[in-house]
């Protein structure tokens, strides 16, 4: 059997009341994207809930128009939850879309690791509020059943932006900050939610593993961290950083690890490149792997195209990898 999965953030896809003609561009921009994945299994990142009418609640809308006449369209669709925990958020909504219907599915949020309570040293107030410590999203989990009797568990993940954190009073606008100091403890607060997110991430792999030591796992998303970062570090766990080749069942891989350097990008970040967006899977599932791609030759600029406006596409690459998954539960990769 041949598995696509493929994960792509879609760059604040919103259905805007005042500027419908905004996505009807984005979409044909987006859609080819889309068809050229090809996927089975698709993770998305930074779909926009839109309220049009206030009895009716948030509609996905935008997506909706966006997967009209693809095959998508009629895959089972799983929605990340707002803060709330009932229906989606108005902004930056995780969706996976899946050719088979999920045999489960769970918002994972603060479930192993409690909201920051961080007291800020940098805030002019006398008693300073503790900082929002909450998780801006939460992980999106779901398990398919494959062909062979195998479950499939794919995770798809967006992890907090490096964009400094609010501190109270060190800020002159949304955008301007009052103080370096200021900053550099906001800047320090949001790697600290990226970090911790990650965390639960992998506690939640642990919990797999311990049920299925051999579990398949496809770990998808916009982790805003590369290869060499503390978030992806923590969610590979290479034996080589825990010293210990028994926990080695327990490592993933990053698939992007079989292209060349050259090609080993999902962002451009003001003439620099970096892989932001990753698909990393679990020891077990990777003899099946057979290809990685990242579509990132037309890719523009998150900073100096981003001038111009918004982009018609997304300043994000999509990912995929394709596996050749054995019919049977009872065969095994080749040695």
């Known amino acids: 059997m041949r598995l696509r999965i493929a994960t792509f953030n879609l760059e604040n896809l919103d259905d805007r009341p005042h500027d419908p003609a905004l996505l009807d561009r984005r979409i044909a921009a987006l859609r080819p994207q889309l068809l050229r994945l090809d996927a089975d299994v698709l993770c998305l990142q930074e779909v926009s809930a839109s309220e049009k009418h206030p009895k009716?609640?948030?509609?996905?809308?935008?997506?909706?128009?966006?997967?009209?006449?693809?095959?998508?369209?009629?895959?089972?669709?799983?929605?990340?939850?707002?803060?709330?925990?009932?229906?989606?958020?108005?902004?930056?909504?995780?969706?996976?879309?899946?050719?088979?219907?999920?045999?489960?599915?769970?918002?994972?949020?603060h479930e192993f690791v409690p909201p920051l309570a961080y007291v800020p040293v940098t805030s002019d107030q006398q008693r300073p509020a503790t900082v929002d410590g909450r998780f801006d999203r939460p992980i999106l989990y779901i398990r398919l059943a494959l062909a062979d009797g195998h479950p499939l568990h794919v995770l798809n993940l967006h992890l907090r932006s490096p964009l400094a954190a609010p501190i109270p009073g060190q800020k002159k606008s949304p955008l301007v900050w009052r103080s370096v100091a200021g900053w550099a403890e906001g800047f320090f607060v949001a790697a600290m939610k990226r970090d911790r997110q990650a965390l639960e991430a992998r506690l939640l792999l642990e919990r797999i593993f311990d049920a299925e030591p051999d579990a398949r796992i496809a770990l998808c998303g916009d982790f805003n961290a590369d290869g060499r970062e503390v978030p992806v570090r923590t969610l590979l766990a290479d034996v080589d950083d825990m010293g210990n080749p028994d926990l080695s069942p327990r490592s993933l891989v990053a698939l992007e690890r079989s292209l060349p350097d050259e090609?080993?990008?999902?962002?451009?970040?003001?003439?620099?490149?970096?892989?932001?967006?990753?698909?990393?899977?679990?020891?077990?599932?990777?003899?099946?792997?057979?290809?990685a791609e990242v579509h990132n030759e037309a890719l523009q600029d998150e900073i100096f195209d981003a001038r111009s406006g918004p982009p018609l596409g997304s300043f994000h690459a999509p990912l995929a990898a394709e596996f050749i998954v054995p019919d049977t539960a009872q065969s095994r990769p080749a040695s």
């Not at 509609?59 to 990340?80: C, I, K």
């Not at 996976?96 to 769970?106: C, G």
């Not at 892989?275 to 990777?286: K, P």
């Open 263 to 291: 090609r080993r990008f999902s962002v451009r970040h003001a003439g620099h490149v970096v892989m932001l967006d990753h698909i990393l899977v679990s020891r077990a599932l990777l003899p099946w792997a057979v290809r």
């Open 56 to 109: 009716e609640g948030r509609t996905l809308s935008g997506l909706d128009r966006l997967l009209a006449e693809t095959p998508y369209a009629d895959f089972a669709r799983t929605v990340s939850s707002g803060p709330h925990g009932t229906g989606p958020a108005d902004v930056h909504n995780l969706v996976t879309l899946s050719r088979w219907p999920p045999v489960e599915t769970r918002d994972i949020r």
